[in-house]
């Protein structure tokens, strides 16, 4: 089976929320069932603080990446308040969208990560989703990059995910993952993860109230 690798890029004050789900999903993935899925951790420093201040250290800084070694980026979103768009709208960043998206490979996004999508140009006409709470600030931001914004938890475009809130974020890595091996394998994981029989608890409450 051949190696596919994943760039999971930190801008300075991501959420680590958003940042876990692509470790632990793909490496579910890896270690369990035998998918030969990488993952890269990246930023502009060696360490990068989140956005409740937790250090990570990553594998490599963005001037030592070759996007021809990956077959996916992921972004995780950030906080404004901590300084997430000093580093999501530099330009090298926004590069290194451009030339993920011109190459066809996958870029996923949760919350505020579709936001430096939309800055790099690559949404364009196309059609995405972002932050939709209070009042929709962030979608109406996205939609002035020219993104044709749905109002949906989770929305693929060709081959681009995006998604609306933190809640989303193991949605938008199970969503990777289908993309990177298949739905069936990526149905496997999910229910081993617990996932599915969440779902169906939910449901089954649901239903009860009703």
């Not at 140009?121 to 996205?142: C, F, I, M, P, S």
Request: proline share 2%; with cysteine; net charge negative.
């Amino acid at each position: 089976m051949q190696n596919k690798k994943v760039l999971v890029f930190l801008a300075k004050a991501f959420e680590t929320m958003e940042f876990c789900v692509f470790i632990d999903i793909l490496g579910w993935a890896r270690v369990d069932y035998g998918h030969n899925l990488l993952v890269d951790t990246c930023g502009f420093t060696e360490k990068v603080i989140s956005t409740f201040n937790i250090p990570v250290t990553v594998d490599k800084t963005i001037g030592e990446i070759n996007v021809d070694e990956y077959d996916a980026l992921a972004i995780p979103g950030g906080f404004e308040e901590f300084g997430f768009y000093e580093e999501a709208y530099n330009e090298r960043f926004l590069e290194l969208i451009k030339e993920f998206d011109a190459k066809g490979k996958i870029i996923a996004t949760v919350c505020t990560g579709a936001l430096p999508l939309g800055k790099s140009g690559v949404l364009k006409n196309r059609k995405a989703t972002t932050y939709h709470l209070n009042n929709g600030y962030r979608q109406k931001e996205l939609k002035e990059f020219g993104a044709n914004v749905v109002n949906e938890r989770i929305v693929v475009d060709g081959n681009i995910i995006t998604s609306y809130c933190p809640e989303t974020a193991p949605s938008v890595a199970f969503e990777l993952l289908k993309m990177l091996t298949s739905e069936e394998d990526m149905s496997v994981i999910k229910k081993a993860m617990g996932f599915e029989e969440e779902e169906f608890i939910i449901q089954k409450n649901i239903n009860k109230k009703v």
